[in-house]
Every structure is written in C-alpha cells, then in structure tokens.
C-alpha cells in the first residue's frame, strides 16, 4: 500500500509498505481503505518540524512514523472488530493514531461513524471538524439572542461562524488578518473584520462586547489573552484547539472583575457527535460544498500541505482523496 512519511520539515516521502491483515486487529479497531482525508490546523506543526501536542509527536521520533500527523479521515470499512462497524460501510472521523496517510488505516470505531451516502468522501471529511466545533457548543451557554465572536476565520473559525448563526447569534463577528469578506454571507458572519485580534479589541466600545468570544486560532499565546478582554461582563470564552504550549498566560484581574469563564476541552462521545454532524450536514446541504474549496489526489500530498500553510481569502478546507483504486 501506498504512505507518506516526513523525512524532514515541510518534506514528505512516499513509500510502498505491507498493508496491515485483518487479524492484527485488537478489540474495538477498524480497518479502513483510505478514501480522504482533511489537513486540520493541528497537523501543521508537525508538518513543519515542530514538536507538537498530537499523539505520537515527541519531536524526532515523529518523523518516523508512517501516515502522520493527518486524522481526519473518511474510508470504506475492510474489516471490523467493532459492533457497529461491518465491511462496506463508508465511515468518517478519526484516525486514532493520526496516521491517515497511507492506503490502509487500522482506526479505533469508537471515533468513527457512517454518513450520508449522498456526501463524496472528500465532503465528508469536513463531518470530522464539523463534530468537534457542535461539542464545543454543547459546553457554551445558550447562543440564541447573543452577540459572538469567532477570533480566526480559517476552516475551524469558520465553522463556529456558520453553526452560531444557524443555533440563532443575533450577531456573529469574525476576526481575521486574511480578507474573509467574500466568505462571509456564506458562513453567517454579519460582520467581518479584518484585522490581528489585538487591533480588534482595542477599538471595541463596552456596547460592542461579544457575550460569547471563541479563540479558533490556535497555535498562538497572546489570542487567548484578547478573548478574555473582548468578553462582555459575565461572558464566556472558548478556547479551541490544541495548545503548543503547556502555560497561557490571563489576566486574572480581568477574568474576577468581569465574571467570566473561560471553557477548553477535547471532544468526547465521539461517534454520537459524528452523528449530529451529519444530521447537520442534512439539515444545511450548502455546507459542505462550500467548506471543502480545495482537493488534491494522494499523488499531491506535498502541495496540499504547502497550501494549508498559505492563508488565502479563498481557501478554506483542504481534501484529499483516492481517485478510487484500490491502494
């Protein structure tokens, strides 16, 4: 089977490797024929050479591990030791070893689950981030009537922007160096700004407060920090994403005197949420279609990522995908 590993920062190289036998499956693993797979934020770091807080990243080491950083993942299943996952089924989510870059995945089921046949599987993919941005709503206080703020509008930032306006914003604002506004009607933001978070919270005014501020940057100290002085008086913040360092430094003072919460989280209860992303999807079909702007085959890999690390206006979610031969 075909996989990609890094040998150096921002270089993959592709190899031919056994592909991995039904029987080596322990309790609960999948084994799926790749069919897509979406470059999420987080697998940038890696990518780059940097030592990240993925699974499997512990700085050199990570190099030499076939298929990483890439887990979000949409295959056909080949074998199951899973009850609710039989050969033939098309399943998204995660590759729990965020070894998605070769041919064959061995994946934990519990972090998978079936979708809408009429979505391709590069679409689908999108139902992976789509999954983990509806659990963080599930922590947030009620969203309808309130005003929020969606701090980074990339492929997850954007994400926040369009389920906020869907679960009933009366405002959403999106926060952004790169010019998002050609972006924005389709993504439900009323207001688009472009600019760095620091210059964005300078000139709120204490009626402009957002009650609901979400960090959807990642990878960054000082925009959590903005978040936190953006919030409205008993606001809430969400930090999204996975931190690349072990200490943030907040305002403590600004978070007592203005009775605020700050929320963080991985997703749980992956499967169910899986699920209501789909749901989702049904229930707003020009979703999708719009989220995934860009696709590249598996002989691509290369200019796929090096796209992923260009902001443009246009890009949003990056695919990749087999033509559909088999690996």
Same mark, same amino acid.
């Given at each position: 089977m075909w996989s990609?590993? !890094?040998?150096? =920062?921002?270089? #993959?190289? &592709? &190899?031919? !490797? +056994?592909?991995?036998? +039904?029987?080596?499956?322990?309790d609960q693993q999948v084994l799926l024929r790749f069919e897509a797979a979406g470059i999420c934020g987080s697998d /940038?770091? $890696?990518y780059r050479g940097t030592q990240g807080k993925l699974p499997g990243d512990t700085g050199a080491c990570a190099a030499e591990m076939n298929g990483f950083p890439v887990h979000e993942i949409a295959g056909e299943v080949l074998a199951s030791r899973h009850p609710h996952h039989r050969p033939g089924d098309r399943v998204v989510g995660w590759a729990s070893g965020f070894d998605g870059l070769m041919g064959y995945v061995v994946a934990d089921g519990n972090g998978l689950a079936s979708y809408d046949p009429a979505l391709t599987p590069a679409q689908a993919v999108g139902l992976q981030p789509l999954a983990c941005v509806l659990y963080a709503f599930e922590q947030l206080p009620e969203i309808a009537g309130r005003r929020v703020a969606v701090i980074g509008q990339g492929s997850?930032?954007?994400? #926040?922007?369009? %389920?906020a306006k869907? !679960? $009933? *914003?009366?405002?959403v604002t $999106? %926060?952004? =160096? %790169?010019d998002r506004a050609p972006l924005a009607a389709a993504f439900g933001v009323d207001e688009m700004v472009r600019a760095t978070s620091d210059r964005w919270v300078v000139h /709120?005014?204490?009626?402009? &407060? =957002? *009650?609901? %501020?979400i960090e959807a940057v990642g990878h960054q100290v000082a925009t959590l920090s903005h978040a936190i002085e953006a919030a409205a008086f008993g606001g809430t913040v969400f930090y999204f994403g996975v931190p690349d360092d072990d200490s943030y430094p907040i305002s403590m003072r600004t978070m007592l005197r203005n009775n605020l919460t700050l929320r963080s989280g991985v997703t749980l209860d992956r499967a169910r949420m899986l699920c209501a992303a789909d749901d989702f999807a049904r229930d707003h079909p020009e979703l999708l279609p719009n989220y995934i702007t860009h696709t590249f085959s598996v002989d691509q890999v290369p200019a796929a990522f090096e796209l992923a690390c260009r902001p443009e206006p246009g890009r949003v979610k990056i695919a990749i995908a087999d033509e559909g031969s088999p690996a």
């Open positions: 990609y590993r !890094l040998t150096a =920062p921002y270089t #993959f190289e &592709r &190899r031919e !490797l +056994p592909a991995p036998e +039904p029987e080596s499956l322990a /940038l770091p $890696g997850i930032g954007l994400l #926040f922007s369009y %389920v869907a !679960l $009933g *914003a009366a405002q $999106g %926060v952004d =160096p %790169v /709120l005014s204490a009626t402009d &407060r =957002p *009650a609901i %501020v």
